[in-house]
């Protein structure tokens, strides 16, 4: 928990940071990003938690402007970092901040388990918002302050939730129901899928990511593996405004 908090006070400290910011940074800083309130609320008759974000703008209505390929593909997130334990929601014990990402990217997809527009085609729909958890930890390399802990391929240490997509990031893509209307955006959680728990602490970010293969040809912007394969290179917007972790469970 000490390393937790640590963790938290540095990234506070990123969040006005200007360094690694993308190219691209200012087109999506608008209202559809900006936080106005977050809630996770309990329905105990349903064994669900209803997690909500409400923005000045439109929720979800602005999506990334894709670059083709994989390298430098842009990813845009409503992020709930929480005080849940890896452990909780599938992946073996890791230091880090567990939080649920509502993602959208339309350079690839990473939910092969799920055909989220329903065309029966289970790898052409990143761009349409949907959930991942993940494992967050400090990175000093990209400006927000954050990046998907990674970890060796075959490392026998490592389990990760079945739903993951194959990567070598704590990460899984569990499948929810996310929904998007007016300046809302919620995802539904069953109770099971968090171990039941329901007295842990949380906040909301908004923010702009980038993924990094580190293939890329010499000297070109962020494909000198360098980086890390998901970073936050820009934080929009925090609930909390000082990502403290305040809110609890409703």
């Not at 194959?166 to 929904?179: A, F, I, R, T, W």
Request: glycine share 10%; with cysteine.
């Amino acid at each position: 928990m000490k390393t937790l908090f640590i963790m938290i006070a540095y990234i506070a400290l990123s969040l006005t940071s200007d360094s690694t910011i993308p190219p691209c940074d200012k087109c999506y800083d608008n209202e559809d990003f900006q936080i106005k309130s977050a809630t996770i609320t309990r329905n105990k008759e349903l064994g669900i938690t209803v997690w909500e974000m409400k923005v000045k703008g439109k929720a979800g209505a602005t999506t990334p402007k894709g670059v083709g390929k994989l390298n430098g593909a842009p990813v845009l997130g409503y992020v709930f970092p929480t005080t849940l334990k890896p452990g909780d929601v599938g992946f073996s014990d890791t230091e880090g901040i567990v939080a649920l990402a509502l993602t959208s990217h339309p350079d690839f997809d990473d939910t092969p388990m799920w055909d989220e527009n329903f065309d029966r085609n289970f790898s052409n729909d990143g761009v349409i918002w949907h959930p991942h958890w993940v494992v967050l930890n400090e990175d000093k390399r990209v400006g927000g302050g954050l990046s998907v802990k990674q970890f060796k391929k075959g490392d026998p240490k490592v389990t990760l939730p079945a739903n993951n997509p194959g990567m070598e990031m704590y990460m899984d893509s569990p499948g929810y129901n996310v929904v998007t209307k007016e300046n809302s955006i919620r995802v539904i959680v069953p109770d099971y899928r968090i171990s039941n728990k329901t007295d842990f602490k949380f906040d909301a970010v908004a923010c702009y990511m980038m993924v990094d293969t580190g293939d890329a040809p010499a000297g070109e912007a962020m494909g000198s593996g360098d980086k890390p394969m998901l970073g936050v290179y820009k934080v929009y917007s925090v609930a909390s405004g000082n990502l403290s972790l305040p809110y609890t469970v409703k």
